[in-house]
T-cell receptor, first 116, second 111 residues
Framework: GAVVSQHPSWVICKSGTSVKIECRSLDFQATTMFWYRQFPKQSLMLMATSNEGSKATYEQGVEKDKFLINHASLTLSTLTVTSAHPEDSSFYIC????????????FGAGSRLTVL | EDQVTQSPEALRLQEGESSSLNCSYTVSGLRGLFWYRQDPGKGPEFLFTLYSAGEEKEKERLKATLTKKESFLHITAPKPEDSATYLCAAIYGGATNKLIFGTGTLLAVQP
């Protein structure tokens, strides 16, 4: 069935470097994708809405210059964490609607980022 | 403030011991209530969507119900493989596809 694929599943980087996470929709087109962040023992928090061919929409409190989102095609959205710091260490998950149902989000497997 | 609250935070059951998880919501204009299952280190997996009070949906040992203020996820005769975090989420108001999640219930089913 249709799947949302994320890569890498885990990444470790040094403080100050940038990290890119890819989110691909397999076998379907996603004009919109959502990026979530989840800290240990906490719930998923929406970071931004990724829109194909236009600028992403960021939630209040999320720095758009730090978390760069690009949605250049109907099957790929990328999240780049720029100048990462230890407090950016988290589980980042992307999702896309419309696979199971119009309002139902299908999630990727997530990407674990650890910043040293 | 719009929010989704789940209880209990954690639940330990013996295999075969039925129970219910609670999801209370205070959102304006609920458009959909969702249940997801999340295994450690994985993304959430969709279980159910409920749209109106009185609606019920079932899948194997799970049944989800919805009232005007809360939703329940009933687990009948659970098995160890049902162990996971169960997340409740809501779409509300004019927001399209933007889910607000509860903090989840960590369920452990012991053999």
């Amino acid at each position: 069935g249709a799947v949302v694929s994320q890569h890498p599943s885990w990444v470790i980087c040094k403080s100050g470097t940038s990290v890119k996470i890819e989110c691909r929709s397999l076998d379907f087109q996603a004009t919109t994708m959502f990026w979530y962040r989840q800290f240990p023992k906490q719930s998923l928090m929406l970071m931004a809405t990724s829109n194909e061919g236009s600028k992403a929409t960021y939630e209040q409190g999320v720095e758009k210059d730090k978390f760069l989102i690009n949605h250049a095609s109907l099957t790929l959205s990328t999240l780049t964490v720029t100048s990462a710091h230890p407090e950016d260490s988290s589980f980042y998950i992307c999702s896309a609607p419309g696979v199971i149902g119009a309002n139902v989000l299908t999630f990727g497997a997530g990407s674990r980022l650890t910043v040293l | 403030e719009d929010q989704v609250t789940q209880s209990p935070e954690a639940l330990r059951l013996q295999e075969g011991e039925s129970s219910s998880l609670n999801c209370s919501y205070t959102v304006s204009g609920l458009r959909g209530l969702f249940w997801y299952r999340q295994d450690p280190g994985k993304g959430p997996e969709f279980l159910f969507t409920l749209y109106s009070a009185g609606e019920e949906k079932e899948k194997e040992r799970l049944k989800a119900t919805l009232t005007k203020k809360e939703s329940f996820l009933h687990i009948t005769a659970p098995k160890p493989e049902d162990s996971a975090t169960y997340l409740c989420a809501a779409i509300y108001g004019g927001a399209t596809n933007k889910l607000i999640f509860g903090t989840g219930t960590l369920l452990a089913v012991q053999p």
